[in-house]
């Protein structure tokens, strides 16, 4: 193994780390950083939002490669290749992204976790404001709303399917890098997300990070990651 192609929305961090293990690295993803060009061996930007399964293999006959990482956006992704894989099995991905699901494994293992419901499942007047409401799969925040009363929540029933309403959590937000392998994982820092509602008009979508994040509760319960949804 010592052509690797990534494939992600974003792949600057995984081709970094990549180079810097000593590998050949090709990317294939939407935004074309300037730097990428000066990590990876090769790039193809697909300028697409929503690229087709077509596109994407067109994009990788570009390359040789003998193993590919599925990246960011693309973890579900059935590339139809003989070429090794270096990711979790789709099937999986598909489970634990799943936040409806996610949140009743949480709450089976007594790990905190907001309260979580099928938005179409919810008597908006029974329920305490403000919620947050999000895709029930997905990721990155972009579609993101905060419901502040039973009125909007109504009308967020009539127009959002699929979407799942959370208990909301004032706060800092914080995600946690795991490495894993065989049954076991670790993790490995805390970063602070960052948003920017004046430069995307999104309140919620992830627009980076801060990595270390050095909040006062950087010491972090470790019962997560020993679980079986990593």
């Given at each position: 193994?010592?052509?690797?192609?990534?494939?992600?929305?974003?792949?600057?961090?995984?081709?970094?780390?990549?180079?810097?293990?000593?590998?050949?690295?090709?990317?294939?993803?939407?935004?074309?950083?300037?730097?990428?060009?000066?990590?990876?061996?090769?790039?193809?930007?697909?300028?697409?939002?929503?690229?087709?399964?077509?596109?994407?293999?067109?994009?990788?006959?570009?390359?040789?490669?003998?193993?590919?990482?599925?990246?960011?956006?693309?973890?579900?992704?059935d590339l139809e290749t003989d070429v090794p894989v270096l990711n979790n099995?789709?099937?999986?991905?598909?489970?634990?992204?799943?936040?409806?699901?996610?949140?009743?494994?949480?709450?089976?293992?007594?790990?905190?976790?907001?309260?979580?419901?099928?938005?179409?499942?919810?008597?908006?007047?029974?329920?305490?404001?403000?919620?947050?409401?999000?895709?029930?799969?997905?990721?990155?925040?972009?579609?993101?709303?905060?419901?502040?009363?039973?009125?909007?929540?109504?009308?967020?029933?009539?127009?959002?399917?699929?979407?799942?309403?959370?208990?909301?959590?004032?706060?800092?937000?914080?995600?946690?890098?795991?490495?894993?392998?065989?049954?076991?994982?670790?993790?490995?820092?805390?970063?602070?997300?960052?948003?920017?509602?004046?430069?995307?008009?999104?309140?919620?979508?992830?627009?980076?990070?801060?990595?270390?994040?050095?909040?006062?509760?950087?010491?972090?319960?470790?019962?997560?990651?020993?679980?079986?949804?990593?």
């Amino acid at each position: 193994m010592r052509d690797i192609l990534i494939i992600g929305y974003n792949t600057r961090h995984i081709c970094r780390s990549a180079k810097r293990a000593g590998y050949n690295v090709f990317s294939i993803e939407h935004f074309g950083d300037r730097d990428l060009f000066d990590i990876a061996d090769g790039v193809a930007v697909f300028e697409e939002d929503d690229p087709s399964p077509e596109k994407i293999r067109e994009l990788m006959d570009d390359f040789e490669y003998d193993t590919i990482v599925r990246g960011p956006g693309f973890e579900s992704w059935d590339l139809e290749t003989d070429v090794p894989v270096l990711n979790n099995d789709t099937k999986v991905f598909e489970r634990v992204s799943d936040k409806l699901w996610l949140a009743e494994y949480l709450r089976k293992l007594d790990i905190p976790h907001p309260e979580t419901y099928l938005i179409e499942d919810v008597d908006p007047s029974e329920l305490d404001y403000p919620l947050m409401a999000k895709p029930r799969r997905g990721a990155g925040g972009v579609e993101n709303l905060l419901i502040r009363s039973s009125e909007e929540l109504e009308d967020a029933k009539s127009t959002h399917r699929d979407f799942i309403v959370q208990e909301y959590i004032d706060g800092r937000t914080v995600s946690i890098s795991l490495i894993a392998s065989h049954g076991e994982a670790r993790s490995i820092a805390a970063s602070e997300q960052i948003s920017f509602p004046w430069l995307t008009e999104m309140p919620y979508a992830y627009t980076g990070n801060i990595t270390p994040f050095l909040g006062r509760h950087c010491e972090l319960d470790g019962r997560a990651c020993r679980t079986r949804c990593i």
